[in-house]
């Protein structure tokens, strides 16, 4: 998928100078948006920072001096100042450590929320993408920690440039060559860092679909969903001699980097660390032969180490600023996805779903499909010629699919598994475009409706309908989440889906947490999660098109019956559409379409199937054998 581009390796390679001006200033706009008011007191404390070390190196001369001259007053004076410069340094120093702090968890906050919300509003293609979640792990994995930590890497080089500039400017009386030659000596373990920094980011994207399979592993030996199969298997020790395997994979080449990190970095140091004592010989030497008084040479022996030091510090920052931006990068481009031509817009996050059928093939409506340019005119679901194709996929999984449902008609649709019944409903639910033809709702294609409009109008219960780990009432109250605080609403479509009676079971009624993840939960039989959905997809009171996916494959005979009556009694006025494998609810239908290999090969009513002889009469066949 061209919109996940470019790959790891090509955006550590394009990280230069350009780059990480673009990505510090944008990663500054985040900073600045989540909260201004921090930002400038980390800016204020900085500056306080980078001013007062050279002030405490001027007092701590100016003590000495005053210590061999046998003055007493200039002694308590210039330590009662070196004193308050300690401590107004050391408060900028926590006040900047407490801002951070702060500044972290809002960022923490803000950005995790704007990688959420750029996956709500994600079509379901990039979901069913292995690369679109690389790019999401990578996103995740340090959004919250590297902004500030770029921003705060960024005051730091501000302050020890600051600081660097006074200290230079008090070696440059002793020698301008001394201070340039102080200088490059640091650059070669500068460099090692970056080089390395780098390093470790190319080795953390390049494995980040096996750190997903890490996870993974982590999840079914942990997950209450696993744990059934893990143990009547005996799958616990393969996978987990899997999850050690890849574990130990990792560690040992983290191992590896760290000790080549650490090796190159420390050797080069050296070559700082000799620069540094041969000027502090020279001055030395100088101060032995009264060239140099003993606080000049305090002041200059201070002021090459700390100016050293804020040099490598600075030449340090410019490394983690490279770094931080390499992650960055992760972040601004997962959040710069844009949704392919051709794929429908956000995907709802609720169990609910559209399905229509055109004209052409089999019209199973009394005229044939028309194209009205009005949208208030009620013409029902149309598919034109449809195909579909799952991204990266070779074959079809529905092909030339030509259909009219019209308004408050019934359709069961049967087939086997993998014959595009399901996709059939994801195109309907505009979770997908088709890649041919084109789907009609009231002779209005669907990429054309606002999708709040037309999920007001349409209401699914998918066969893998979610398990949510909240409490009953948010359970249902989630198919329409603006009824969410309704409660007879809520109530109503309890009795519906046959969910009332699982509640009155249960110690807090509506109110008590289902599933088992949180203390409290009540966990559920399959048939009774089923019932819970049931009731989720029939919140939405006001929609005309009622769709099941499988709706009662975990119910008994009875509580199967029980539904379907509650359904046909909803139905009244709407268009219906079933998906099922059990022959007594698709006979209820007063149209019934058969799907093979993505292709509508049948069509007609339960009798008109069973004359033809086809599949359907086939299926029908074999299923009721098992009932003799």
């Known amino acids: 998928m061209s919109a996940l581009s470019p790959t790891p390796a090509q955006r550590s390679r394009r990280i230069a100078t350009r780059d990480l001006i673009s990505y510090t200033r944008r990663t500054l706009g985040l900073v600045l948006a989540s909260s201004p008011g921090l930002l400038a007191a980390?800016?204020?404390?900085?500056?306080?920072?980078?001013?007062?070390?050279?002030?405490?190196?001027?007092?701590?001369?100016?003590?000495?001096?005053?210590?061999?001259?046998?003055?007493?007053?200039?002694?308590?004076?210039?330590?009662?100042?070196?004193?308050?410069?300690?401590?107004?340094?050391?408060?900028?120093?926590?006040?900047?450590?407490?801002?951070?702090?702060?500044?972290?968890?809002?960022?923490?906050?803000?950005?995790?929320?704007?990688?959420?919300?750029?996956?709500?509003?994600?079509?379901?293609?990039?979901?069913?993408?292995?690369?679109?979640?690389?790019?999401?792990?990578?996103?995740?994995?340090?959004?919250?920690?590297?902004?500030?930590?770029?921003?705060?890497?960024?005051?730091?080089?501000?302050?020890?440039?600051?600081?660097?500039?006074?200290?230079?400017?008090?070696?440059?009386?002793?020698?301008?060559?001394?201070?340039?030659?102080?200088?490059?000596?640091?650059?070669?373990?500068?460099?090692?860092?970056?080089?390395?920094?780098?390093?470790?980011?190319?080795?953390?994207?390049?494995?980040?679909?096996?750190?997903?399979?890490?996870?993974?592993?982590?999840?079914?030996?942990?997950?209450?969903?696993?744990?059934?199969?893990?143990?009547?298997?005996?799958?616990?020790?393969?996978?987990?001699?899997?999850?050690?395997?890849?574990?130990?994979?990792?560690?040992?080449?983290?191992?590896?980097?760290?000790?080549?990190?650490?090796?190159?970095?420390?050797?080069?140091?050296?070559?700082?660390?000799?620069?540094?004592?041969?000027?502090?010989?020279?001055?030395?030497?100088?101060?032995?032969?009264?060239?140099?008084?003993?606080?000049?040479?305090?002041?200059?022996?201070?002021?090459?180490?700390?100016?050293?030091?804020?040099?490598?510090?600075?030449?340090?920052?410019?490394?983690?600023?490279?770094?931080?931006?390499?992650?960055?990068?992760?972040?601004f481009d997962y959040l710069a996805i844009a949704s392919p031509v051709g794929v429908a817009g956000p995907t709802p996050t609720l169990a609910d779903g559209v399905l229509s059928q055109a004209a052409a093939a089999p019209d199973l409506g009394s005229e044939r499909a028309a194209r009205p340019s009005r949208r208030d005119e009620r013409r029902g679901l149309v598919f034109e010629d449809v195909g579909f194709r799952y991204p990266g996929k070779d074959t079809f999984a529905l092909r030339g699919l030509s259909l009219h449902i019209q308004p408050g008609d019934s359709l069961a649709i049967v087939g086997q598994n993998g014959a595009g019944k399901t996709t059939l409903v994801k195109l309907l639910a505009r979770l997908y475009q088709p890649t041919e033809g084109r789907i009609l709702l009231d002779g209005v294609e669907l990429r054309e409706w606002p999708l709040a409009t037309l999920l007001q109008r349409i209401s699914v219960l998918f066969q893998d309908f979610n398990q949510y780990q909240l409490s009953v009432r948010e359970n249902i109250g989630l198919g329409s989440v603006a009824h969410l605080d309704e409660t007879e609403r809520i109530e109503r479509a309890a009795h519906r889906g046959g969910a009332d009676a699982v509640a009155a079971a249960l110690p807090l009624g509506l109110e008590a947490r289902l599933g088992t993840w949180f203390?409290?939960?009540?966990?559920?039989?399959?048939?009774?999660?089923?019932?819970?959905?049931?009731?989720?997809?029939?919140?939405?009171?006001?929609?005309?098109?009622?769709?099941?996916?499988?709706?009662?494959?975990?119910?008994?005979?009875?509580?199967?019956?029980?539904?379907?009556?509650?359904?046909?009694?909803?139905?009244?006025?709407?268009?219906?559409?079933?998906?099922?494998?059990?022959?007594?609810?698709?006979?209820?239908?007063?149209?019934?379409?058969?799907?093979?290999?993505?292709?509508l090969v049948e069509a007609g009513s339960h009798a008109e199937l069973l004359a033809l002889r086809g599949i359907y009469a086939r299926m029908f066949a074999l299923q009721a054998q098992g009932y003799q």
Request: aromatic share 8%.
């Open 519 to 599: 203390e409290k939960g009540s966990e559920l039989s399959g048939g009774q999660w089923q019932k819970i959905a049931l009731a989720r997809a029939f919140m939405r009171e006001e929609a005309d098109i009622l769709v099941l996916d499988e709706p009662t494959a975990a119910l008994d005979a009875e509580a199967e019956h029980a539904v379907f009556e509650r359904f046909r009694e909803l139905s009244e006025g709407r268009t219906t559409i079933v998906i099922s494998h059990r022959f007594p609810t698709v006979r209820m239908a007063r149209h019934i379409i058969v799907l093979d290999q993505g292709r």
């Open 42 to 331: 980390m800016a204020a404390l900085t500056l306080v920072s980078a001013v007062v070390p050279i002030l405490v190196a001027y007092a701590g001369k100016r003590i000495i001096d005053a210590v061999v001259a046998a003055d007493v007053q200039q002694s308590v004076d210039w330590v009662l100042l070196e004193l308050a410069s300690v401590t107004a340094l050391a408060l900028a120093l926590r006040g900047n450590g407490l801002a951070r702090s702060i500044l972290g968890a809002r960022l923490g906050v803000d950005i995790n929320v704007q990688i959420l919300e750029k996956a709500v509003g994600l079509e379901l293609p990039f979901f069913e993408n292995a690369e679109f979640y690389d790019k999401l792990t990578r996103a995740r994995r340090e959004a919250s920690s590297r902004p500030v930590a770029l921003v705060a890497d960024g005051f730091q080089i501000v302050q020890n440039l600051l600081t660097l500039g006074g200290y230079a400017a008090v070696l440059s009386r002793f020698s301008g060559w001394l201070v340039l030659g102080l200088l490059v000596a640091t650059v070669p373990a500068a460099l090692s860092e970056m080089r390395h920094s780098k390093l470790g980011f190319q080795l953390r994207n390049w494995r980040s679909p096996e750190t997903r399979r890490l996870l993974y592993l982590e999840y079914v030996l942990a997950n209450d969903d696993h744990v059934k199969e893990v143990k009547l298997f005996g799958i616990g020790p393969h996978l987990l001699d899997r999850y050690r395997t890849l574990s130990e994979k990792f560690y040992e080449e983290d191992k590896r980097l760290s000790v080549r990190r650490a090796t190159w970095t420390q050797a080069l140091s050296l070559i700082g660390t000799g620069a540094f004592y041969g000027a502090y010989l020279l001055m030395a030497a100088q101060a032995a032969r009264g060239q140099l008084t003993l606080g000049t040479l305090t002041l200059y022996i201070v002021s090459l180490r700390q100016g050293q030091q804020a040099f490598q510090s600075v030449l340090s920052g410019i490394g983690n600023l490279y770094e931080h931006n390499l992650y960055m990068s992760n972040l």
